[in-house]
């Protein structure tokens, strides 16, 4: 017998991270300058041991270079990017790097647009609030959910790799900026080898038409030439995973501009990142009361009240960033949609639900197909709803909730009639 509705999927169990500081690698180094050595070549010079031949291990007739592997080189990257009247962004925009459709965050732009990085040594950086989390943030599991394995390259390309290996991880990949509200072209990788210029040129931002709110706030125009300066320290400083410097920068930011509504955001993710929710939740507030089209504020603050089961509170943030942005944030509309459904306003919950599934290209949240088809099961739409069930599993198998939700899916069967791995197909095959 299927469940009704609130045993379907009983409470969604949200756990919001606090550590919103990814856990990268340690700084790149720079971009190598034109004729200096290469890194990881030979620097030149003798290193035969003095007094004796050099051991060796070759066989006769190899090729004595075999026995040694090659050796990875880093492949760096760097250009600009500029809005469509030629004037870079106001604040630092997320560099991407796309493989086959998964994308990973490489690095940012500096108060002048300009980038640099080594390719998949993404250095310690927080997550954009549109890049959202590579894992679902309402997890019955208790965590993040899964994300889908295998789907993209590594995000570390160095180790035992091989430099030919490297380049062609990279035939799939392009380089695009990530600003909320904007839309870039894409810089191919395909082809690019270690000794290859870095210099992409420049990348330019496009403003989708009827998106009111975006990354970026007119508050940063106006803030004196000082506050500005703490906050551009204040960036620099979260690089470098220096959170109790950036902090006293942001709060100089703000102390001489108190509508910077950009630092008091980038001030709520440091204490986000200290574990210090009410103060995080207190500088978010800020930084909307700045500028409320600044669309960045959004997202952690109704995560929060998800996390505290403040329904209300998620439903009315994330249907706030939904009107200004319904483009760049589709966790906005799966927590809109399970805040709905808490708050029994079912259709809703569904109209969220579907458009989370369909922005959602990168299967970040399963949780989506979850919620999606226990609301058509609860309609008796069967088919459907087992079809959406399917996906959960196929893109969250290890969730925690796996085998309560394989048994659903055989109880919708045999409602249906059919047997085994039946004949309702998943929805994401239906698609053309």
């Given amino acids: 017998m299927i469940s009704n509705r609130l045993a379907v999927i009983a409470l969604f169990s949200v756990t919001v991270s606090t550590a919103v500081m990814a856990q990268g690698q340690a700084p790149a180094p720079a971009a190598p300058a034109p004729g200096g ?54 604040d630092s925009v997320t560099i991407e790097r796309v493989c086959n459709g998964i994308a990973r965050p490489e690095g940012y732009t500096d108060s002048k647009g300009r980038f640099s990085f080594e390719v998949g040594r993404n250095q310690a950086m927080f997550s954009d609030a549109s890049y959202g989390n590579d894992r679902d943030p309402f997890s019955s599991a208790g965590g993040f959910g899964g994300s889908p394995a295998g789907r993209g390259m590594s995000s570390g390309m160095g180790g035992s790799m091989g430099r030919q290996q490297m380049e062609r991880e990279l035939m799939g990949c392009d380089i695009v900026a990530k600003l909320a509200g904007y839309r870039s072209d894409g810089v191919s990788l395909a082809g690019r080898r270690s000794m290859d210029n870095p ?60 509508k910077f509504a950009a630092a008091w955001y980038e001030l709520g993710r440091v204490h986000l990142a200290g574990n210090k929710p009410e103060e995080a939740k207190a500088a978010f507030a800020k930084s909307l009361e700045a500028d409320p089209k600044y669309v960045n ?17 998620a439903a009315d943030l994330s249907g706030k960033l939904i009107r200004l942005n319904p483009v760049d944030f589709p966790q906005a509309f799966l927590i809109n949609g399970v ?41 008796g739409q069967l088919e ?17 909730d796996a085998d309560n939700v394989r048994k659903l899916i055989g109880d919708i069967e045999a409602r249906l009639g059919t047997n085994g791995e039946a004949k309702v197909q998943p929805a994401a095959q239906k698609q053309p």
């Fill in 37 to 90: 050595n290469v890194p990881g070549g030979n620097p030149g010079g003798n290193t035969r041991p003095p007094g004796g031949n050099v051991p060796t291990t070759t066989q006769p007739g190899q090729d004595p270079r075999q026995q040694f592997p090659e050796m990875p080189r880093p492949i760096f990257i760097s250009g600009k990017v500029m809005l469509e009247d030629g004037t870079p962004p106001q």
């Fill in 199 to 258: 210099d992409v040129g420049t990348i330019v931002l496009r403003r989708i038409a009827n998106v009111e709110g975006l990354s970026t706030s007119m508050t940063t125009l106006t803030a004196p030439k000082d506050a500005r300066k703490a906050f551009d320290k204040g960036r620099e400083l979260i690089k470098k995973n220096k959170l109790a410097d950036a902090q006293k920068e942001f709060d100089k930011a703000v102390e001489l501009h108190p």
């Fill in 297 to 313: 504020p959004y997202m952690p603050l109704a995560q929060m009240a998800a996390a505290n089961q403040k329904w209300e509170e």
């Fill in 339 to 379: 805040a709905n459904y808490n708050l029994k306003k079912y259709d809703e919950a569904e109209k969220s639900a579907e458009e989370a599934v369909k922005l959602d290209k990168q299967h970040r949240m399963p949780k989506a197909h979850h919620l999606l088809g226990a609301l058509l099961l609860d309609k």
């Fill in 384 to 400: 459907p709803a087992a079809a959406q069930l399917r996906n959960y599993l196929e893109f969250s198998p290890k969730a925690g």
